[in-house]
């Protein structure tokens, strides 16, 4: 490896990279100039419309892709021994007046892998390969690798130790720490690119220490993708799971830098459509609702809702002037049972329940209104002998059209056999200690008046999706909450325009005023307008997120491993081509419900069809935290191998113990030190939970803007985070307090450990009130 400052090249590259600049701006002008004469049309057939609609989308993608490669547009530059040269970058440019010869190369581009992939070992053809620094428009420096040992005098100044573009990657990794993460495209080591660039079709698992770039890859891989499967991805888009919204948030600018979009970025909580499940709930309960006999328990829990009475039901029929039916009990059960055995989902399957009570309901009111007085009297009034039944086929079909407008024959319908939503189905059980006991579920689950109002957990989720699937919603069913929510709504704004003029009729029909719009007018105009325009204009990812049966072409999960069987089961049914990236660690599970072991998780669905690929390297934590975390991984299996680092700090992390009643004071001590020491850079402290509310405080002491709370900041100097929080992320200092509380807070409470030692870039601190765990007792040495 060599660092070259030498003029003479700089100004070379500078050359070069200043022609890229000028297409660059030619090219967003371009494409301005695009968008605002689609802007300017108006009117046209509605195929005009969609034709602008699409340019539109077409040109503003283009325009805020050119945006996100402005920096780093060319990073870097490949040497071939027959003389071929070729420029790698963020976006592949063309020179238009020269034949379309590639002036820059896009980076998942087949021609720009041997950037990544050539080894002196190995090198396909690769003389030299230059990583080019560059600060806004201008070059800064240049790191060189000369692959082609024959040309080094055989120095070794090629790949070190497998590490490629050694001096970028160091310098990438040494960088403080912003809260967002950065793409990694200048620095991509071959065990990533193997992933990276993985085919699509099937599962793959990408199993990974801490650090080891696990998130940074399924992110360029979802990248990657979309590049080179564009057309079938970007209509069926990509699906990204994370595992909480901070986490999200940190992640969410590596996409659109990576100039991509047909995206969706989403946690467990937010995967069904119309419910927003963010509220948290102890780990015990979430893991029983993430078990996979939930399955079962759902099912015992619809058919709960097909209910029987003990005794008869009465219903006043208008029809008879008020006079009352009796519905036996063995008639409803005929009817369930019939309606249960056509094979058809519980919401499906109500009209052949109705048909069948309003057929055997026709039958009671003929007896009662059809019958012959005198059939079994020869000598009666009537001469007619035989069938003492007055009323024919046609009577009766009348009978049944009226009985479906008897109130209390719809009410007593909706009581036997309710339309359900899932949400009704599940917040019902929750309600409810008989419907828990009746569907076989554990009583724990049952949720207070409080909690329902406050709103669902993710852990829910699987749940309400579970439900709807075995409710079962087709076109009718929500044609039929529609309706009624639709009924509601004008019935409260009939209510509101009653209030606002007070006792002046408002005839919906009113000729008389044409100015006076009617309810429906009011309600409907404005909102169908409204709908039309939306679902023209929705992307295919926000398409996707609105809808609940939307197969998606890819499904890319991280921390994977927190999974429960149940959400296991929703994404899967999201992805019935089961084209799907899997990323974790099963070492870091720290979810009661999450997956010891992937082939657990996964046989179900793909029996043991899944591909394996791991990754070794550790690009965060430096040799000397992780050799503290070792010791800890080692307390969880023995077997578990930890990444190995890819770089010294030089600093040793340091351990220190204070007396209980002085932890807080010590804290604040800690903070002030290691903010100081973190620079530009982000401080994270990591604290039990039970001890959240206590130790807070003591840090906001002394670092008042530090962020803290649901969703903290992570641009903050100083951010406080339970494990939880913190998973998937990294500081450039991490203080650990109390770690032998965070040990005992949960029974994966090693695993907890494990990750909140392994968040730093750079500087580990670990403060305790007098007691360690073993297993890091052993490798401090105290
Ligand atoms: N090839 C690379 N070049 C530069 N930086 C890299 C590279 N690979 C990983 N990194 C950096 O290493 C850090 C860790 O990466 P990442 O968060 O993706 O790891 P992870 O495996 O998901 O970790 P964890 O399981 O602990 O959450 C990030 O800052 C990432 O940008």
Redesign the pocket.
């Known amino acids: 490896m060599s660092n070259s400052s030498d003029t003479a090249d700089i100004v070379e590259e500078q050359g070069h990279l200043t022609t890229l600049y000028t297409h660059l701006d030619a090219l967003r002008e371009e494409a301005s100039g695009q968008l605002q004469k689609a802007l300017l049309q108006t009117g046209g057939t509605p195929a005009d419309r969609s034709h602008r609609d699409s340019a539109t989308a077409l040109y503003s993608d283009r325009i805020a892709q050119y945006g996100a490669v402005e920096n780093g547009l060319c990073f870097g530059r490949l040497d071939f021994t027959d003389g071929e040269r070729r420029y790698v970058g963020r976006i592949g440019i063309f020179d238009e007046e020269n034949d379309y010869e590639p002036l820059l190369i896009d980076w998942r581009a087949p021609a720009s892998r041997p950037f990544y992939l050539a080894t002196a070992a190995a090198p396909d053809g690769v003389r030299r390969r230059r990583h080019i620094r560059t600060e806004g428009r201008a070059v800064t420096g240049l790191d060189d690798e000369v692959l082609d040992l024959t040309e080094a005098h055989g120095t070794g100044r090629g790949a070190h130790d497998g590490v490629t573009g050694e001096a970028a990657?160091l310098s990438?990794?040494n960088a403080t720490?912003t809260g967002r993460?950065?793409d990694?495209v200048?620095?991509?080591?071959a065990e990533?690119d193997h992933v990276i660039r993985a085919d699509l079709g099937g599962v793959l698992v990408v199993q990974?220490?801490?650090?080891?770039?696990?998130?940074?890859?399924?992110l360029h891989r979802a990248a990657y993708l979309l590049y080179t499967h564009r057309q079938m991805l970007s209509s069926r888009v990509v699906l990204i799971v994370g595992p909480n919204t901070t986490f999200l948030k940190y992640i969410s600018q590596v996409l659109p830098s990576l100039a991509e979009t047909g995206v969706l970025l989403g946690t467990m909580g937010d995967l069904f459509p119309g419910v927003v499940a963010h509220r948290e709930e102890p780990a015990e309960i979430a893991a029983l609702k993430g078990r996979a006999d939930m399955v079962d328990v759902l099912a015992a829990a619809v058919r709960d809702r097909q209910r029987v009475p003990d005794e008869p039901l009465t219903l006043h029929l208008d029809m008879l002037d008020g006079a009352a039916v009796l519905l036996e009990p063995a008639v409803i059960e005929d009817a369930q049972e019939r309606a249960r055995r056509s094979g058809k989902l519980h919401n499906l399957a109500r009209p052949t329940f109705d048909t069948e009570i309003i057929h055997a309901l026709s039958l009671v009111v003929a007896d009662t209104i059809g019958i012959d007085p005198y059939a079994d009297d020869p000598l009666g009034g009537d001469d007619a002998p035989g069938d003492p039944q007055l009323l024919d086929e046609a009577d009766l079909a009348e009978i049944r059209r009226e009985l479906r407008g008897e109130a209390e024959v719809l009410g007593a319908l909706d009581w036997l056999w309710p339309i359900l939503t899932p949400q009704q189905l599940v917040a019902g059980l929750f309600a409810s200690d008989q419907r828990l006991a009746a569907a076989g579920a554990s009583p724990l689950l049952k949720r207070s008046a409080k909690e329902t109002k406050d709103g669902w957990t993710p852990a829910d989720v699987p749940l309400l999706d579970e439900a709807a699937e075995l409710l079962g919603e087709d076109e009718t069913v929500r044609e039929i909450l529609a309706e009624r929510r639709r009924k509601q709504q004008i019935a409260y704004a009939e209510g509101a325009l009653e209030i606002a003029f007070g006792s002046r009729s408002i005839d919906v029909e009113d000729e008389d005023d044409p100015e006076l719009l009617s309810v429906t007018d009011l309600l409907e105009a404005d909102r169908l307008a409204e709908r039309h325009d939306e679902e023209e204009k929705l992307t295919p990812a926000e398409r996707a997120a609105a809808d609940r049966k939307w197969a998606f072409g890819h499904v890319i999960v991280?921390?994977a491993q927190e999974l429960s069987a149940m959400a296991w089961r929703l994404l899967m049914r999201r992805c019935p081509s089961r084209s799907m990236t899997v990323?974790?660690?099963v070492a870091?599970t720290g979810d009661l419900g999450g997956a010891a072991a992937w082939d657990d998780a996964l046989k179900p669905y793909v029996g043991d069809r899944w591909r394996l690929r791991e990754?070794t390297v550790?690009?965060?934590t430096p040799t000397e935290i992780m050799a503290v975390a070792a010791g800890v991984l080692a307390g969880i299996d023995p077997a578990l191998e930890p990444p190995r680092s890819v770089r010294q700090s030089g600093i040793d992390p340091w351990v220190r113990g204070v007396p209980p009643a002085r932890l807080a004071e010590a804290l604040a001590e800690a903070v002030e030190v290691e903010a100081e020491a973190a620079g530009d850079g982000r401080l994270g402290v990591i604290l039990p939970t039970g001890l959240f509310s206590e130790l807070a405080p003591a840090v906001l002491k002394a670092a008042p803007d530090a962020a803290v709370g649901d969703e903290p900041e992570l641009s903050s100097r100083v951010v406080v985070l339970t494990v939880k929080q913190a998973?998937?992320?990294?500081f450039d200092g991490v203080i650990v307090v109390d770690p032998q509380r965070l040990v005992d807070e949960s029974p994966r409470g090693a695993n907890d450990l494990y990750?909140a030692l392994?968040?730093a870039?750079q500087r580990l601190g670990i403060l305790h009130p007098g007691t360690l765990p073993d297993s890091l007792y052993a490798v401090v040495g105290i």
């Not at 998973?727 to 990294?730: V, Y």
């Open positions: 990657l990438a990794l720490r993460m950065k990694i200048e620095t991509i080591q990533q990974g220490g801490p650090g080891t770039g696990k998130t940074a890859v399924a991280d921390e990323v974790g660690d870091q990754l550790n690009y965060r998973k998937g992320l990294e990750v392994t968040r870039t």
